[in-house]
T-cell receptor, first 114, second 118 residues
Framework: GAGVSQSPSNKVTEKGKDVELRCDPI?????LYWYRQSLGQGLEFLIY????????KSGLPSDRFSAERTGGSVSTLTIQRTQQEDSAVYLC????????????FGQGTRLTVV | AQKITQTQPGMFVQEKEAVTLDCTYD???????LFWYKQPSSGEMIFLIY??????QNATEGRYSLNFQKARKSANLVISASQLGDSAMYFC???????????????FGAGTRLFVKA
C-alpha cells in the first residue's frame, strides 16, 4: 500500500476482553515498530520487528501484551484481559531498514477500555 | 533515566519568525541517530529531519534545521519563517544501536507544543 495502514482506527472494549490491533506496513519495509501514546503524552516504545523476529521486546508493559509478524509484513499486537490503563492510541511505524532511515507512521488505533 | 529531554512543554512564536525547540539526549552508544517528528492535531506523525551521530554537518530540510551539538548532547530543532500550519506537537527522538548490535529501539521525548500566532 501507499502508507502504513492500521485497523481498526477506533476500538472500544470492555475491561477483561482481549483485543487485536493490526498493522500493515509499507511494502518492502523490513523494520516495524509499535508504540503507545497516552493522551497528551509522548510515544512509549513497545516492540520492534526486523523481518519476522523481534530483537527487542523490552517495552511491552506486561505479559498481557504480545505481538507477532508474519511473512515479513503484517503485524498484530494482542492485548489480553484489557485494563483501563491500556486505553491509549497505539501507533505502528515501518522503515525500509532499521537504523538511520526515517520511519513512516500509521494513523493509529485509538483503544478505549470501559 | 530520561534519555530524551524536551524542557519546553509549550512555545509561542509569531508568524514569520524563527523558533528553536530544545532537545537534549543521553546515550553511551557512539552510533545513534536523532529525529524530529511533527504531530498535528489530526494525530499523524510526520518525519521532519534526521541527524546521524557521525554527521559532520548540521542537517537541514527546507525551513527545518537541526542544531547538533554533540559534546553538549543537544539536538535543537530550528524552524525558520514560522507559518500558522506549523502549530503542532513536536517530538525529538533517538535511535541507538546503529552500529548493528542494538535493537534499533527509538525513544521519544515528551514533546513540545508549538503555537504560531498570526
Amino acid at each position: 500500500g501507499a502508507g502504513v495502514s492500521q485497523s481498526p482506527s477506533n476500538k472500544v472494549t470492555e475491561k477483561g476482553k482481549d483485543v487485536e490491533l493490526r498493522c500493515d506496513p509499507i511494502s518492502g519495509h523490513t523494520a516495524l515498530y509499535w508504540y503507545r501514546q497516552s493522551l497528551g503524552q509522548g510515544l512509549e516504545f513497545l516492540i520492534y520487528f526486523q523481518g519476522n523476529s523481534a530483537p527487542d521486546k523490552s517495552g511491552l508493559p506486561s505479559d498481557r501484551f504480545s505481538a507477532e509478524r508474519t511473512g515479513g509484513s503484517v503485524s498484530t499486537l494482542t492485548i489480553q484481559r484489557t485494563q483501563q490503563e491500556d486505553s491509549a492510541v497505539y501507533l505502528c511505524a515501518s522503515s525500509l531498514q532499521p537504523g538511520n532511515t526515517e520511519a513512516f507512521f500509521g494513523q493509529g488505533t485509538r483503544l478505549t477500555v470501559v | 533515566a530520561q534519555k530524551i529531554t524536551q524542557t519546553q512543554p509549550g512555545m509561542f512564536v509569531q508568524e514569520k519568525e524563527a523558533v528553536t525547540l530544545d532537545c537534549t539526549y543521553d546515550t553511551s552508544d557512539p552510533s545513534y541517530g536523532l529525529f524530529w517528528y511533527k504531530q498535528p492535531s489530526s494525530g499523524e506523525m510526520i518525519f521532519l529531519i534526521y541527524q546521524g551521530s557521525y554527521d559532520q554537518q548540521n542537517a537541514t530540510e527546507g525551513r527545518y534545521s537541526l542544531n547538533f551539538q554533540k559534546a553538549r548532547k543537544s539536538a535543537n530543532l530550528v524552524i525558520s519563517a514560522s507559518q500558522l500550519g506549523d502549530s503542532a506537537m513536536y517530538f525529538c527522538a533517538m535511535r541507538e544501536g546503529l552500529g548493528g548490535t542494538g535493537g534499533f529501539k527509538t525513544i521519544f521525548g515528551a514533546g513540545t507544543r508549538l503555537f504560531v500566532k498570526a
